[in-house]
T-cell receptor, first 115, second 113 residues
Framework: DGGITQSPKYLFRKEGQNVTLSCEQNLNHDAMYWYRQDPGQGLRLIYYSQIVNDFQKGDIAEGYSVSREKKESFPLTVTSAQKNPTAFYLC??????????????FGSGTRLTVV | GENVEQHPSTLSVQEGDSAVIKCTYSDSASNYFPWYKQELGKRPQLIIDIRSNVGEKKDQRIAVTLNKTAKHFSLHITETQPEDSAVYFCAAKKGEYGNKLVFGAGTILRVKS
C-alpha cells in the first residue's frame, strides 16, 4: 500500500462498542492524518498529528480519539459517543519541512459498518 | 481559516474531449495546491501539484494552472479516456508551519465512450 497500511479493511461495530482502526507507515513521515468519507462526500478531517506524543482535533473530532506514541503509528478509536460511525476511514501521512507543502500518501482505507 | 470551493460537482465529457475543474481558495497566503484522483472504493492518489511561485505545471495529459491574484487554480485533462473517470479533489495549504491541507468537496468526472 505504498508504505502506509490500514487494517482491517472491513470492520463491523455493534451499538455501544468502541473499535480501533490501525494505521502504520514506513515512509519516515512526521505527520499523520485521519479522514472520514461518507458515500458521495468529500474528505473530512478527524484528527492530525505533526509529531510524536502530540495531536490536534480536526473538523469532526467528537466521538473519536487518537494516540501517537510512535512515529510510525497513529491508531484511531471510534467510541460509542460517535452516533453515526458508518463510513470509509482514510489515514494519510506526509513530510513536514517548515511551511513547505507536500502531498499526502493515503492508506487503502477501512470501511466501518454499525450492525 | 482556509476555505476551498470546487466546481463543478459533476462533469460528463465525451471521450477525447477536455475536462476542466476549478477551485477557489480564501487565504491569500496559501502556498501549495495538490490534486488527487480517487477511483471508486479506492484511496485518493496525488496526480499533480503546484506551488505558489509557479503559474502552470504539466504532466502528459494533465495540467494545473494557478492564478494567485484571483485565488483560483484549475485542473485540465486533455484527450480524456474512460480510465479518467473518477472523483477529483483539489486542496490548498496555508503558508504557515505544518502541512495541513484543506480539501474541496470533489468533482465526479464521467468520460463517456
Amino acid at each position: 500500500d505504498g508504505g502506509i497500511t490500514q487494517s482491517p479493511k472491513y470492520l463491523f461495530r455493534k451499538e455501544g462498542q468502541n473499535v480501533t482502526l490501525s494505521c502504520e507507515q514506513n515512509l519516515n513521515h512526521d505527520a499523520m492524518y485521519w479522514y472520514r468519507q461518507d458515500p458521495g462526500q468529500g474528505l473530512r478531517l478527524i484528527y492530525y498529528s505533526q509529531i510524536v506524543n502530540d495531536f490536534q482535533k480536526g473538523d469532526i473530532a467528537e466521538g473519536y480519539s487518537v494516540s501517537r506514541e510512535k512515529k510510525e503509528s497513529f491508531p484511531l478509536t471510534v467510541t460509542s459517543a460517535q452516533k453515526n460511525p458508518t463510513a470509509f476511514y482514510l489515514c494519510a501521512s506526509s513530510l513536514i519541512q517548515g511551511a513547505r507543502g507536500y502531498g499526502y500518501t493515503f492508506g487503502s482505507g477501512t470501511r466501518l459498518t454499525v450492525v | 481559516g482556509e476555505n476551498v470551493e470546487q466546481h463543478p460537482s459533476t462533469l460528463s465529457v465525451q471521450e477525447g474531449d477536455s475536462a476542466v475543474i476549478k477551485c477557489t481558495y480564501s487565504d491569500s497566503a496559501s502556498n501549495y495546491f495538490p490534486w488527487y484522483k480517487q477511483e471508486l472504493g479506492k484511496r485518493p492518489q496525488l496526480i499533480i501539484d503546484i506551488r505558489s511561485n509557479v503559474g502552470e505545471k504539466k504532466d502528459q495529459r494533465i495540467a494545473v494552472t494557478l492564478n494567485k491574484t484571483a485565488k483560483h487554480f484549475s485542473l485540465h485533462i486533455t484527450e480524456t479516456q474512460p480510465e479518467d473517470s473518477a472523483v477529483y479533489f483539489c486542496a490548498a495549504k496555508k503558508g504557515e508551519y505544518g502541512n495541513k491541507l484543506v480539501f474541496g468537496a470533489g468533482t465526479i468526472l464521467r468520460v463517456k465512450s
